[in-house]
Structures are given as structure tokens and as C-alpha cells.
């Protein structure tokens, strides 16, 4: 099973990032799928969540800025993060769950500057 994750960068406050995970090895289309960040001394976070129906969750920390999605054709998730913040700093994960089941992506880094 792989999760690869890309899309992360520098970027100043105020703009976008677009973060892609494409996944392999699992039947995608089972699987909820979410990402999470980790920022340094900080414990890991959930940003955003979507089930295989497609419904999606978010912590009011991103909600309104952040969006995530999936296509089911491409085996991948995104998130699109828009007004982004230097708080928005970290190190973003995907994950793949279903029952027992969970995988995590390498993660991808993205630094907002101010």
C-alpha cells in the first residue's frame, strides 16, 4: 500500500496550496480518507475528512478555507487550502482508513511565511 503525497511549498499568508495523494494497493473507493498536519513540538492534527460517499468534516480551525476532495477515477485525494495562514504550518499527512485498517502517507511539508 502506498500513499504518496505532493503539493506542498513555501507560500506567503493570504495564499493557496493545492496537496494531492494519490493512493495504491488498497481498493480506494473503500476507504475514508482524511489528512492531518503535524507542526514541530506539536502533536498530530485532523484538518479534514471524507468518507467513501464523499461526505466531508472539518475542525472550525480550517473550515471555510480548506476543501477536500476525491476522485475516484485518479485514486486521489486533495486539499485545497485557500487564505492560508503561518499557524497553517506543518507537516501535511494523508491516511486511508476502513475498519480496521489505516495507512499513512510520507507526508509533505508546507510552511506558510508573513
Known amino acids: 500500500v502506498q500513499l504518496q503525497a505532493s503539493g506542498g511549498g513555501l507560500v506567503q499568508a493570504g495564499g493557496s496550496l493545492r496537496l494531492s495523494c494519490t493512493v495504491s494497493g488498497i481498493v480506494f473507493g473503500n476507504y475514508a480518507m482524511a489528512w492531518y498536519r503535524q507542526a514541530p513540538g506539536k502533536q498530530r492534527e485532523l484538518v479534514a475528512s471524507i468518507t467513501s460517499g464523499g461526505s466531508a468534516k472539518y475542525p472550525d480551525s480550517v473550515r471555510g478555507r480548506f476543501t477536500i476532495s476525491r476522485d475516484k477515477a485518479k485514486n486521489t485525494v486533495y486539499l485545497q487550502m485557500n487564505s492560508l495562514k503561518p499557524e497553517d504550518t506543518a507537516v501535511y499527512y494523508c491516511?486511508?482508513?476502513?475498519?480496521?485498517?489505516?495507512?499513512w502517507g510520507q507526508g509533505t511539508l508546507v510552511t506558510v511565511s508573513s
Open positions: 491516511n486511508a482508513k476502513r475498519g480496521g485498517f489505516e495507512f
